[in-house]
């Protein structure tokens, strides 16, 4: 995510997951990028040396493990935003401290996140989810923000869903070398200008478009959701398709005469063939 609009100083604070928190990712880190990376509960971590000491790495320190269950350290309670509204959530924090992995001229902060309540109904009984492990490559990086960094990541696992499922990324049927790579890329080119169509058209934030949504929808997802967006760009295809099959007429000859049926029920073919693609 990046914190510089004007372009100077520009600083990229990107989350990934567990398999990207490695010696190669964290020491070859691009100028300018911070990591907020999801990592093992049980990593091995190290005070920074002493003033003076030629050792690289001072006395162990807890694992982030071992942090969760110390009740000598208060826990601290932070607002972030996730799944449509604001949570506060328990955390408990670490560093700078010094991680192998990522070497010895990279401090690193850790934060503990607390299982997170929930009900599958409600007046069901309460459950817990598991506990997150957080490692931010910025030691000054403010609890909030790393946090905030960390729960925004699943949006890239919903695009990635989205991508395969709606898309098609992956599911072309092709057998030609150049084809079998090109038609990825061009979905997901497609995806990425889908996106900032919706986001041009209604905001980044849009939560309905143009379409009424069905009876059934009793709560907004909070923004456009991918087959909304495919929904709404069919819908101005084929509207202007029909407008203008309606101003050329539809080409057929009014044969007349009496009718000897009672008239059927008409209904807008617009209408129909719009909402029909949106089932």
Same mark, same amino acid.
């Given at each position: 995510? !990046?914190?510089?609009p ?16 490695? #010696? ?14 999801r ?16 050792? #690289?790495?001072? @006395?162990?320190?807890?694992?982030? =493990?071992?942090? #969760? ?57 309460? *459950? ?10 910025? =030691? ?9 960094? !960390? %729960?925004w ?10 991508e ?35 986001? !041009? ?15 059934? @929808? ?14 709404? *760009?069919? #819908? =101005? ?22 009718v000897?049926?009672?008239? =059927? %029920? ?12 949106a089932?």
């Amino acid at each position: 995510m !990046d914190r510089s609009p004007d372009g100077a100083g520009r600083r990229r604070v990107v989350g990934v997951d567990a398999s990207y928190t490695n #010696r190669t990712v964290l020491r070859g880190l691009p100028s300018g990028t911070v990591r907020v990376a999801r990592v093992r509960k049980d990593l091995k971590l190290f005070a920074l040396p002493e003033a003076g000491s030629r050792a #690289r790495y001072g @006395r162990p320190q807890a694992t982030p =493990e071992q942090l #969760r269950q110390d009740h000598s350290v208060d826990g601290r309670t932070v607002r972030a935003y996730a799944a449509g509204t604001f949570h506060a959530f328990r955390i408990k924090t670490m560093g700078p401290v010094l991680w192998k992995k990522a070497g010895w001229k990279l401090p690193v902060q850790i934060m503990v996140v607390a299982p997170v309540g929930y009900r599958l109904r409600k007046g069901s009984k309460l *459950l817990y989810r598991q506990p997150a492990f957080l490692l931010c490559t910025d =030691e000054h990086l403010s609890e909030a923000e790393m946090l905030q960094d !960390d %729960l925004w990541r699943w949006g890239v696992e919903a695009n990635h869903r989205d991508e395969k499922q709606i898309i098609g990324v992956g599911q072309a049927q092709v057998t030609h070398e150049q084809s079998a790579w090109r038609q990825p890329a061009l979905a997901v080119f497609s995806y990425a200008m889908l996106l900032l169509a919706a986001a !041009d058209t209604g905001g980044v934030d849009a939560i309905e478009g143009a379409m009424p949504p069905p009876k059934w @929808r009793h709560k907004s997802s909070g923004r456009w959701t991918t087959q909304q967006m495919v929904q709404e *760009l069919r #819908r =101005e295809v084929w509207a202007d398709a029909l407008n203008h099959l309606a101003d050329v007429g539809e080409g057929f000859v009014n044969a007349g005469g009496d009718v000897t049926k009672p008239p =059927e %029920l008409s209904g807008s073919l617009s209408s129909a063939v719009l909402y029909g693609s949106a089932a």
